[in-house]
């Protein structure tokens, strides 16, 4: 049986999902913190290279597939400077996100975590109004070039074609002239 309180939310999350605008792209990366066991890294950490962000949760089916297909494509994509980041946010994260990592990132890219709050902030999505998994591509100047949300594009996200979703993404990053940060000084 399905939750009154979970149809609510359903059908607020569409409605806020057809009826909003996303945001602005290219934009500046703001900083974010991930928390590691024993440890805290920062996207700036990774300027200069490509970065494939994915916010996830430990329990979501979907999450648990878009890990293993960016463990499948880190070792292929590292050598041409993209670094692949999993960050979870749902509360159960704190006891769950070291067997994720091990599980689904399988160690060969960094999985931390944050609340949901500042991962909607970070991708400018109110917090709790969206579907994971959620995804962003960040130039090595710190740009998000791209990025795709459960809510608003589930078929980035198609088993079948996800794997050729990415690819297509870092191809078209490759591909195109490195943008400066949005309001950065230009030098004379």
Do not use: W
């Amino acid at each position: 049986m399905i939750r009154p309180a979970i149809l609510t939310f359903v059908a607020a999350a569409a409605l806020f999902a057809a009826d909003t605008p996303g945001p602005q792209i290219p934009r500046k990366a703001p900083e974010l913190t991930m928390r590691l066991p024993g440890k805290q890294i920062q996207l700036s950490q990774y300027k200069g290279y490509i970065c494939v962000l994915a916010v996830m949760s430990t329990t979501c089916p979907h999450c648990q597939k878009l890990a293993t297909v960016l463990s499948l494509l880190q070792p292929e994509y590292a050598p041409k400077g993209v670094q692949m980041l999993g960050l979870v946010v749902n509360p159960e994260a704190t006891t769950e996100m070291e067997n994720f990592a091990r599980t689904y990132a399988r160690g060969m890219f960094p999985v931390g975590m944050t609340t949901d709050a500042i991962a909607g902030e970070f991708l400018q999505h109110p917090p709790g109004m969206h579907y994971f998994p959620m995804i962003a591509f960040i130039d090595k100047n710190g740009v998000i070039r791209g990025e795709h949300l459960g809510a608003t594009d589930p078929t980035f996200f198609d088993e079948k074609t996800e794997s050729q979703n990415i690819r297509a993404e870092l191809e078209k990053i490759f591909k195109e002239p490195t943008l400066a940060a949005p309001g950065a000084a230009k030098k004379k």
